[in-house]
């Protein structure tokens, strides 16, 4: 699985196949489900292009479009949160539901020869689709090619995860094979298990109660005063911050499987797992390119808490701070860090608007945030396919203001994506930061 961005996606040239879902009874707000923090902020800050994440995969044979309708209205069965959108119109953020019947319809049309032309038009379409007020906020289109069929799915973010993505790639390909066998919709007769629903996750964080003596509360708001009254921020100086373009990307395969596996087993030596080992890599470069000596950033933590959530497509993600010494040897700071992380699971389960509510002196942050996330794709169901189908994720390049790193594990070892502003001091700064981290990681695994 690769994770990479919009602008190196590379649609083929052919005939497009767009599956338009449309809706045959009337939107209506569900009261009983708000929606989570994650999807408020979402809704929000986002404009009117990008907030999508999009899966490609490549089919061998030629689409069948009967199988191609059906393996799409599968997938808006199968989910329960892809029927829904947020809604900001009444002042009040609303979960509406598009209701359980959904019809497809497929409108085709010719793609141009034009690489940056082709590439145009299907970002516009994906934009238009997730964005939609009157529809599901998910995209699917299959691209016929000489030898197969190139299959692109876009969701808006708001509404899944970086887990949710390939998840919906196994389901739709299983879906699809379940049409041509048996003309069936059941995703049982697909091969595929039960599955719950991300409303129920919005439900379970509305209806949970914060204490406001809970000392979690008084450790995040710890941070908040050591940032300035908001969250951690990458050391750039404030005029690399600047920048009215789209972000900069850095994708970099760091390392192979078997340099991967060396550098987990040396955090394991260490008392760490490898996500631990990563950030300590990560603050002992902030140190040795000249950022200072600790490392404060944000850790995506994944709270796919029941079984039944672990193959759903949801925002099943929160947040947790971290503040790592980069001026110690690696072999203690990475004792330090696995503590962080262990710490910035239990404050992510704190709900964080409450949080930030409690927060006396005001919440001031404004921007985007500095995060390191970290996923192996070797632990969703279904990536066992991945390879094969040449599965792809991409998220579009909106500007930003902060340094965010995504670190990935999968089949073929360990790489990144580093989103960041396109200024030349940022683009100096972080790339000074990656060569560093990427030089550590090599000799450890040596």
């Not at 009261?31 to 929000?44: G, K």
């Not at 396109?422 to 450890?444: C, F, P």
């Amino acid at each position: 699985m690769r994770l990479t961005t919009a602008a190196q996606l590379t649609p083929p040239p052919g005939q497009l196949l767009h599956c338009i879902p449309v809706p045959v009874t009337q939107a209506r707000p569900l009261p009983d489900t708000p929606p989570s923090f994650n999807q408020v902020n979402h809704a929000l800050a986002r404009g009117d292009t990008g907030g999508w994440l999009c899966v490609t995969l490549r089919m061998p044979e030629q689409v069948d479009r009967a199988a191609l309708q059906a393996a799409f209205r599968g997938l808006l069965s199968r989910h329960e949160t892809l029927r829904t959108r947020v809604d900001l119109t009444t002042g009040t953020p609303t979960t509406v539901s598009f209701g359980t019947e959904i019809d497809c319809y497929v409108r085709e049309s010719s793609l141009p020869d034009d690489p940056s032309a082709r590439h145009a038009q299907l970002l516009a379409l994906i934009d238009a689709t997730t964005h939609s007020t009157t529809g599901p906020n998910l995209f699917g289109a299959a691209i016929e090619e000489p030898q197969g069929t190139y299959i692109v799915l876009a969701v808006d973010h708001g509404i899944a995860d970086a887990v949710s993505m390939p998840l919906l790639g196994r389901d739709f390909v299983q879906l699809y094979g379940a049409s041509l066998r048996h003309s069936s919709l059941d995703p049982s007769g697909a091969g595929l298990p039960p599955v719950g629903s991300f409303l129920d996750a919005c439900r379970v964080e509305a209806a949970d109660h914060t204490d406001p003596d809970d000392p979690r509360i008084a450790e995040w708001h710890d941070v908040f005063r050591r940032n300035s009254g908001g969250l951690p921020r990458f050391p750039l100086p404030e005029a690399a911050r600047r920048s009215d373009g789209i972000a900069a990307i850095e994708l970099r395969h760091t390392l192979t499987a078997a340099q991967t596996s060396a550098v987990e087993r040396w955090a394991r030596a260490h008392d760490a797992r490898l996500p631990a080992c990563l950030l300590a890599v990560c603050a002992h470069a902030v140190h040795r390119v000249g950022l200072g000596d600790e490392f404060a950033t944000l850790l995506p933590v994944g709270t796919r808490s029941r079984a039944d959530w672990a193959e759903a497509v949801g925002w099943f993600v929160s947040n947790g701070p971290v503040l790592i010494p980069g001026d110690l040897p690696l072999e203690r700071s990475v004792i330090h860090a696995q503590q962080q992380v262990e710490r910035a699971q239990l404050l992510a389960a704190m709900r964080l608007g409450d949080v930030i509510a409690l927060y006396a002196p005001g919440f001031t942050h404004t921007g985007d945030v500095g995060m390191v996330s970290y996923v192996d794709y070797r632990r969703i169901p279904g990536h066992e396919l991945h390879a094969a189908l040449r599965m792809t994720q991409a998220s579009p390049d909106a500007p930003t203001t902060d340094v965010q790193l995504w670190w990935v594990r999968d089949a073929a070892g360990l790489a990144l994506r580093c989103r960041l502003p396109d200024t030349a001091g940022a683009r100096r700064i972080v790339g000074d930061w990656l060569d560093q981290i990427e030089r550590s990681l090599r000799q450890l695994a040596d």
